[in-house]
């Protein structure tokens, strides 16, 4: 049981680049999510969605785009890198939120932009 | 404007110790508190959660401690161990309005020394 996976685990840009960052769960949540995790700053939610075909911007969008086209999939693109958005990125699942079910994280995807 | 702050940002506690975290809170519809637990090289995981009709939740060695009327909880660790070497972060959110809205601290990176 793989869980939340995502690729690549590590990945250097130029400024001006673009690139999408894969996430994949196995366990059939409806929610997922797109955090980035820098130092001192905690966990920022990026963009999340509440089930296929759905999107919703989060506490940091700026920068990034979604899509949900598959229940498991939840990619996350950057359409011109800046090296502001060099950080690691976790994409996590949960079920319905009905009864505060946690977040399932993967172990992340370590971007540098240069 | 921070809803949950989140204190120390670092702790060093010698093994056998108790390390102590604190978390602060503003908005009073918070009704949820986990915590989550990330090792290095690692997405965070839930570790323990409280909801605010009791004061104490105790799992193991991991006991949170929650204060409503000063809206501050703290995660105790009895016994700390270097396996317990990690980054803890408290959250908070109000139950059904969504795991997209869960609030992050910053986080305190703990160092258990032998």
């Known amino acids: 049981n793989a869980g939340v996976t995502q690729t690549p685990k590590f990945r250097v840009l130029k400024t001006g680049q673009s690139m999408t960052l894969l996430c994949a769960q196995d366990m059939n949540h409806e929610y997922m999510y797109w955090y980035r995790q820098d130092p001192g700053m905690g966990l920022r939610l990026i963009h999340y969605?509440?089930?296929?075909?759905?999107?919703a911007k989060g506490e940091v969008p700026d920068g990034y785009n979604v899509s949900r086209l598959k229940k498991q999939n939840f990619l996350l693109g950057l359409e011109s890198a800046a090296p502001s958005q060099t950080s690691v990125y976790f994409c996590?699942?949960?079920?319905?939120?009905?009864?505060?079910?946690?977040?399932?994280f993967g172990n992340g995807t370590r971007l540098t932009v240069t | 404007q921070q809803q949950v702050k989140q204190s120390p940002q670092s702790l060093i506690v010698q093994k056998g110790g108790i390390s102590i975290i604190n978390c602060a809170y503003e908005?009073?519809?918070?009704?949820?508190f986990p915590w989550y637990q990330q090792f290095p090289g690692k997405g965070p995981a839930l570790l323990i959660a409280i909801r605010p009709d009791v004061s104490e939740k105790k799992e193991g060695r991991f006991t949170i401690s929650f204060n409503k009327s000063a809206k501050q909880f703290s995660l105790h660790i009895m016994d700390s161990q270097p396996g317990d070497s990690a980054t803890y972060f408290c959250a908070a959110s109000i139950s059904g309005a969504g795991s997209y809205q869960l609030t992050f601290g910053k986080g305190t990176k703990l160092s258990v020394i032998p």
């Open positions: 996590a699942s949960s079920r319905e939120d009905r009864d505060n079910s946690p977040l399932h």
């Open positions: 908005n009073t519809a918070f009704d949820y």
């Open positions: 969605s509440v089930g296929e075909g759905t999107t």
